[in-house]
């Protein structure tokens, strides 16, 4: 069951990831082309800022997931080290609740703003006036990722206990 | 009081292992919580959003692909190789040439962290090969690695004056002349310290012609930071437009100049700068969620009212707060220090008149010595991972430079025209 639902969840992660490098490298592909438009053919373009700022929301937040199940974010564990073996996990289980918790909060009430932000019919102050809830759809998505994860560690350090 | 209590529960619920990011994003909400009611929630989000919105830290991403890119492409190995040719025959040999090279790799990368790391694999069996005892030869990479944030581009002082609104391009190169000057105390130390060591193997002296051969071929990676650099302070490019072409140059160097990269390297290079960058941008996106938190608490006005009640002058003040810096920065790390301290910080020194460059280059060499204080000093982990050595080895080798930044420290505010000169 846990098996099962793991490779599940690091599909999704792993898929997330995949949608982050790909924000990642238009991110740079626009950055390099507004550049080269502007500065070689006088050329501006009315995108590549906001595309931008998008791609890297997108960037942080899919990504996230997948950073957190390779332990890649930042921890400080010096504290915790001084344990032993059994405070440690039960320390472990409580830090990841409390993340746990903050990541649903902010899933939540993520999907609260998009829903807002949609009937408000909200849009960049850009030329693009892309509506807002398109590039805040990364929030939700971003920390759905990220509480299954942390829910994750808990069960696992669960399991380490008995 | 209340800074107190927001510093005590800021360092508290990092104890607990929580990742850094979300730890400060718990602590900001539950304060906003307190002091504005149930608008917090609805807020959180929005915050977080907005956190990564802005197209200065797009800059950070850019310069991680960077350095990545040319990490892979094995420039660094170049870079040692040619520097060694030129002074490992002199007193001091392998460990100055370990100082320029992570001098010139500073210029490359934004991050103290990236520069230590390749500069362990590169310079540190090298140096052992060499006879070097491992305290040393690791310290001296721990030390001088730090000068990745102090050399421009860096990633700390993007974050600085994407906080602050100081120019970026100012910043950058108010951060070369107390690098150099850093580098060649560290060099001064090292030859003192090592450079009439009997016992080392020499090095032979290299011909001109072997000189000339790969000096030419690393001109230019040397030239790279020259334009990234050169181009923000001249105002060609924005931050993020320099870096892009930095990491454009970066990509067309690995390919064509020194063909080190294959096109299948690519992926590899996203990926690993896809989880450097997903690190800072969470820890900012949590950071940003206390910043918020923080000026809803109106702190920094009641911290200045207190600063001009008790008319403290500047002097004390910089020195009171070097040494908030220096705890900090044996507990906590670079990103999350910055994200806390400039936002409470900032509106008093603008309100004592200090000159903000020079603050924010003060500042980032006490980052500097954060990076190699224990107990957290992310260079002396990150180097004890690579090298496979005790973690406190290298915490007994980097003490030595600890003191050395400590004196650089105090020189620079006592002469804040180093920091300002190529400004003014």
């Known amino acids: 069951m846990l098996n099962f639902f793991d490779t599940q969840v690091s599909r999704l992660s792993l898929f997330f990831q995949n949608i982050a490098i790909i924000a990642f490298v238009i991110l740079t592909t626009s950055v390099i082309y507004e550049v080269i438009a502007r500065s070689v053919f006088n050329k501006p373009t009315i995108w590549s800022l906001e595309i931008v700022t998008y791609m890297i929301s997108c960037v942080a937040f899919f990504g996230s997931a997948y950073v957190l199940r390779i332990n890649k974010h930042l921890e ?9 073996n059994k405070y440690r996990r039960l320390m472990k289980i409580f830090s990841d609740t409390v993340g746990l918790l903050f990541c649903l909060i902010v899933f939540f009430y993520g999907c609260k703003l998009i829903e807002l932000s949609y009937i408000l019919g909200v849009v960049s102050v850009s030329e693009l006036r892309i509506p807002l809830w398109i590039p805040q759809l990364t929030i939700p998505f971003g920390f759905f990722a990220l509480s299954l994860e942390f829910f994750l560690r808990i069960v696992k350090t669960i399991k380490k206990i008995n | 009081m209340l800074l107190f209590i927001l510093f005590i529960s800021i360092l508290m619920v990092i104890a607990t292992g929580i990742p850094v990011g979300i730890g400060l994003g718990v602590v900001g909400f539950l304060f906003y919580l307190f002091f504005e009611g149930s608008s917090a929630f609805i807020s959180l989000p929005q915050t977080i959003f907005e956190s990564n919105n802005s197209f200065l830290l797009t800059a950070i991403p850019m310069f991680i692909l960077m350095s990545e890119i040319l990490r892979k492409a094995n420039v660094t190995e170049l870079l040692f190789e040619t520097v060694t040719k030129w002074v490992g025959h002199l007193p001091g040999g392998l460990a100055v040439s370990t100082v320029i090279t992570c001098a010139i790799g500073a210029s490359i990368t934004g991050s103290s962290v990236a520069n230590a790391a390749s500069m362990s694999i590169v310079a540190g069996p090298p140096m052992i090969n060499r006879g070097y005892d491992s305290k040393f030869t690791y310290g001296l990479i721990a030390a001088s690695g730090t000068l990745g944030i102090l050399i421009p581009p860096s990633i700390p002082m993007l974050l600085f004056a994407s906080i602050t609104e100081v120019s970026i391009g100012k910043l950058f190169i108010s951060g070369l002349i107390p690098g150099l000057i850093l580098v060649l105390m560290l060099c001064v130390y090292v030859i003192l310290k090592d450079g009439f060591n009997n016992k080392r193997i020499k090095l032979e002296k290299a011909s001109f012609q072997v000189r000339y051969q790969l000096t030419k071929k690393a001109l230019p990676a ?20 320099a870096a892009g072409i930095g990491v454009l140059l970066a990509f067309l160097l690995g390919f064509f100049w020194y063909r080190t990269l294959k096109i299948t390297d690519i992926l590899d290079i996203f990926k690993e700068s896809l989880h450097s960058t ?20 109106q702190i920094s006005d009641q911290l ?10 500047q002097f004390v003040f910089i020195i009171l707060i070097m040494l908030l810096l220096f705890i ?46 224990p107990p957290l000093g992310m260079n002396l982990y990150v180097i004890s991972g690579i090298a496979k050595r005790p973690i406190a080895e290298i915490m007994i080798g980097s003490m030595p430079f600890v003191l050395i930044f400590l004196f650089f420290l105090f020189l620079l505010i006592l002469f804040p025209a180093i920091s300002t000169i190529l400004i003014s």
């Open chain 1, 76 to 84: 400080i564990n010096l504290l915790t080290q001084l344990f032993s």
């Open chain 2, 328 to 373: 900090l920065g044996c507990i906590l790390e670079v990103v999350s220090v910055i994200y806390i301290v400039v936002p409470i910080l900032f509106p008093v020194v603008e309100a004592l008149g200090i000159e903000p460059i020079w603050f924010a280059i003060i500042f980032i060499v006490n980052m500097e010595i954060a990076l190699i204080t």
């Open chain 2, 222 to 241: 040397l030239c790279l930071p020259i334009i990234v650099v050169g181009g923000i302070y001249a105002g060609f490019f924005t931050p993020t437009e």
């Open chain 2, 278 to 297: 997903c690190m800072i941008l969470l820890l900012i996106a949590g950071s940003m969620v206390l910043g918020h938190a923080i000026t809803t608490m």
């Open chain 2, 304 to 313: 200045v009212k207190i600063i001009s009640d008790y008319d403290v002058s």
